[in-house]
C-alpha cells in the first residue's frame, strides 16, 4: 500500500480508462473545476450500488458548486462499468483501475485487509486535496462530506 495522501498534498495524477473506453487524466481538470474522486470497491454490489446512485441523486448539485466533476474509480473492468452505468443512468464518469495502481497512490486502504476501501477525495481546481472522507458502510455521508467540503473551498 502506497503512502497516504494527506489534506493540503496535491493529489496525484493519473491516466485511467473509462466506460467509453477513452483515457482520463486528473490533471485534464486541474486549473478548470474541482474533482470529486470517489473510489468504491465493485461495481452492482449492494452498498456500492446505493453510493453510486446517492451520487447521480445529488449530480445537479455537485454541477452547482463550481461545476464539480465526480469521477467514481473500482478495478472492474471498463465493460462492467459501461453496464453499471447505463443500468443505473449515472451521468459521471467510471473509471478501471485494474491493477489498483491508483487505489495504491492515494493509499486507499483495504478494509479487513481484504476488501477494497471506500475513500472520497475532494479535490480544488488547483489539484490540492481539502478533504477525505471514509466509510465502507456510510455511503450517504460520502456525497453530504463532499458537498460541504466543496462548499467551503
Do not use: W
Amino acid at each position: 500500500m502506497g503512502q497516504s495522501v494527506k489534506v493540503g498534498d496535491l493529489a496525484p495524477n493519473f491516466a485511467l480508462f473509462s466506460e467509453t473506453g477513452k483515457a482520463i487524466e486528473l490533471q485534464d481538470y486541474i486549473g478548470i473545476k474541482p474533482v470529486v474522486l470517489f473510489f468504491y470497491p465493485k461495481d452492482n454490489t449492494t452498498i456500492c450500488t446505493k453510493e453510486a446512485c446517492h451520487f447521480r441523486d445529488n449530480f445537479d448539485e455537485f454541477q452547482k458548486i463550481n461545476n464539480a466533476e465526480v469521477i467514481g474509480i473500482s478495478s472492474d473492468t471498463e465493460e462492467s462499468h459501461k453496464q453499471f452505468s447505463e443500468k443505473h443512468k449515472l451521468p459521471f464518469l467510471l473509471l478501471s483501475d485494474p491493477d489498483e495502481d491508483v487505489r495504491q497512490e492515494y493509499g486507499v486502504p483495504k478494509t479487513l485487509g481484504i476488501f477494497p476501501g471506500r475513500v472520497t477525495y475532494v479535490i480544488d481546481k488547483d489539484g490540492i486535496i481539502r478533504h477525505i472522507f471514509s466509510s465502507q458502510l456510510n455511503y450517504k455521508k460520502h456525497v453530504k462530506e463532499a458537498l460541504s467540503a466543496l462548499k467551503s473551498i
